[in-house]
C-alpha cells in the first residue's frame, strides 16, 4: 500500500519513470521484491511494473488505510514510540511523544497483526493503543467570551491549545461555533471558522442561539431627553424586564431580526429594539 505522495512507476529497478503513478492509500500486490546495490528495495507489480520500497506499507490490510483530519493526545502513563513506518518494515526513529502532549493526526492504518496506527508526520506513525483521538463533529452555536473583564481569550490555530493565532478575543463579545473537538478527557475547543478555535471553559452560550454572532458588542440607548427604554424578555414580547436610561451602555449578546424589526440581547431575557440605540460599536 502506498504510504506518502503519488509513487513513481519504473520499467524495472533503476530504470527509467513510465508515467503512470500510484496515489496514496491505494492497494496493490507485489509479486516479487529486489535489492539493488544500493540498498534499494524494490517491488514488482506485474510485467514491467516497478516501484521503490520507500512508499510502501508492506504489510497494510487491504482497504484500512484513511486520511485523517484530527488531533490524538498520548494517554495518561504513556509514551508513544515513533516509528518511520507501520508494521514490519517500521523502524523505530528514536523519538518518543510523551503523555498528555498533543499531536496532529493525518491518516490511520491497520497492520496484518490487527495493531492500528496514526500518521503523525511524514515517516512518522505511532501505534493507536498509546494515543486517544479527539472526536470533531459539527456544532452549531453562539457562543460569548467569559473571562476576566477587560480581558481576552487567544485563538488557536488547532484544537490543541498551542499554537496561538496572536488573535484574542475580548470578554463579552459573541461568536458563532461551526464545530467542536472533545478529547478523551473531556475538554472540549470550539471552532469559530477555519483555523480558528477557542477554548470552551472561557465561553458561555449566548442566551439566544438564534441570534447573529457579532464582533462589536456595545450599544448606547439613545431616545429623547426625559424618555426611558423598556427590555423585554424575548424579541417581541409584551413583558418588560426592566427600564435603560438615555446615554445607558450596554454590552450586545447577539442580534435577532423579527418581523423586520432588530432587535438586541443586552442580559438574560432581556432585548430592546435597535431602533433605540446609535447601533453597536
Same mark, same amino acid.
Given at each position: 500500500?502506498?504510504?506518502?505522495?503519488?509513487?513513481?512507476?519504473?520499467?524495472?529497478?533503476?530504470?527509467?519513470?513510465?508515467?503512470?503513478?500510484?496515489?496514496?492509500?491505494?492497494?496493490?500486490?507485489?509479486?516479487?521484491?529486489?535489492?539493488?546495490?544500493?540498498?534499494?528495495?524494490?517491488?514488482?507489480?506485474?510485467?514491467?511494473?516497478?516501484?521503490?520500497?520507500?512508499?510502501?506499507?508492506?504489510?497494510?490490510?487491504?482497504?484500512?488505510?484513511?486520511? %485523517?483530519?484530527?488531533? +490524538?493526545?498520548?494517554?495518561?502513563?504513556? /509514551?508513544? #514510540?515513533?516509528?518511520?513506518?507501520? &508494521?514490519?518494515?517500521? *523502524?523505530?526513529?528514536?523519538?518518543?511523544?510523551?503523555?498528555?502532549?498533543?499531536?496532529?493526526?493525518?491518516?490511520?492504518?491497520?497492520?496484518?497483526?490487527?495493531?492500528?496506527?496514526?500518521?503523525?508526520?511524514?515517516?512518522?506513525?505511532?501505534?493507536?493503543?498509546?494515543?486517544?483521538?479527539?472526536?470533531?463533529?459539527?456544532?452549531?452555536?453562539?457562543?460569548?467570551?467569559?473571562?476576566?473583564?477587560?480581558?481576552?481569550?487567544?485563538?488557536?490555530?488547532?484544537?490543541?491549545?498551542?499554537?496561538?493565532?496572536?488573535?484574542?478575543?475580548?470578554?463579552?463579545?459573541?461568536?458563532?461555533?461551526?464545530?467542536?473537538?472533545?478529547?478523551?478527557?473531556?475538554?472540549?475547543?470550539?471552532?469559530?471558522?477555519?483555523?480558528?478555535?477557542?477554548?470552551?471553559?472561557?465561553?458561555?452560550?449566548? %442566551?439566544?442561539?438564534? +441570534?447573529?454572532?457579532?464582533?462589536?458588542? /456595545?450599544? #448606547?440607548?439613545?431616545?429623547?431627553? &426625559?424618555?426611558?427604554? *423598556?427590555?423585554?424578555?424575548?424579541?417581541?414580547?409584551?413583558?418588560?424586564?426592566?427600564?435603560?436610561?438615555?446615554?445607558?451602555?450596554?454590552?450586545?449578546?447577539?442580534?435577532?431580526?423579527?418581523?423586520?424589526?432588530?432587535?438586541?440581547?443586552?442580559?438574560?431575557?432581556?432585548?430592546?429594539?435597535?431602533?433605540?440605540?446609535?447601533?453597536?460599536?
Amino acid at each position: 500500500m502506498q504510504q506518502e505522495g503519488q509513487t513513481a512507476i519504473y520499467d524495472k529497478a533503476n530504470g527509467n519513470i513510465i508515467g503512470q503513478r500510484l496515489l496514496v492509500g491505494t492497494d496493490w500486490r507485489a509479486f516479487r521484491q529486489y535489492t539493488d546495490g544500493k540498498g534499494m528495495t524494490w517491488y514488482n507489480l506485474g510485467g514491467d511494473q516497478w516501484i521503490k520500497g520507500t512508499g510502501v506499507i508492506l504489510d497494510a490490510r487491504l482497504g484500512s488505510y484513511k486520511k %485523517l483530519q484530527t488531533v +490524538g493526545t498520548v494517554k495518561k502513563d504513556k /509514551t508513544a #514510540t515513533v516509528y518511520s513506518l507501520p &508494521g514490519t518494515m517500521g *523502524k523505530a526513529t528514536g523519538q518518543k511523544l510523551t503523555e498528555f502532549t498533543a499531536w496532529k493526526v493525518f491518516a490511520t492504518v491497520v497492520t496484518a497483526d490487527g495493531q492500528r496506527w496514526y500518521q503523525v508526520g511524514t515517516n512518522q506513525w505511532v501505534k493507536a493503543a498509546d494515543v486517544d483521538l479527539h472526536t470533531i463533529e459539527p456544532f452549531q452555536d453562539v457562543v460569548v467570551i467569559d473571562y476576566a473583564p477587560g480581558y481576552g481569550v487567544n485563538v488557536w490555530s488547532t484544537p490543541l491549545g498551542n499554537q496561538a493565532t496572536g488573535q484574542r478575543l475580548q470578554t463579552g463579545s459573541t461568536w458563532k461555533v461551526f464545530a467542536k473537538s472533545t478529547d478523551a478527557y473531556g475538554n472540549v475547543f470550539y471552532n469559530l471558522g477555519g483555523n480558528q478555535w477557542i477554548n470552551k471553559a472561557y465561553t458561555k452560550q449566548a %442566551l439566544s442561539a438564534a +441570534g447573529q454572532a457579532i464582533h462589536k458588542n /456595545t450599544t #448606547t440607548i439613545n431616545v429623547p431627553s &426625559g424618555q426611558n427604554v *423598556k427590555t423585554w424578555t424575548a424579541p417581541g414580547s409584551k413583558v418588560a424586564a426592566a427600564t435603560l436610561t438615555k446615554t445607558t451602555k450596554v454590552r450586545v449578546l447577539s442580534i435577532k431580526k423579527l418581523n423586520n424589526v432588530q432587535w438586541y440581547q443586552v442580559g438574560e431575557k432581556q432585548w430592546i429594539e435597535a431602533t433605540h440605540t446609535n447601533g453597536v460599536k
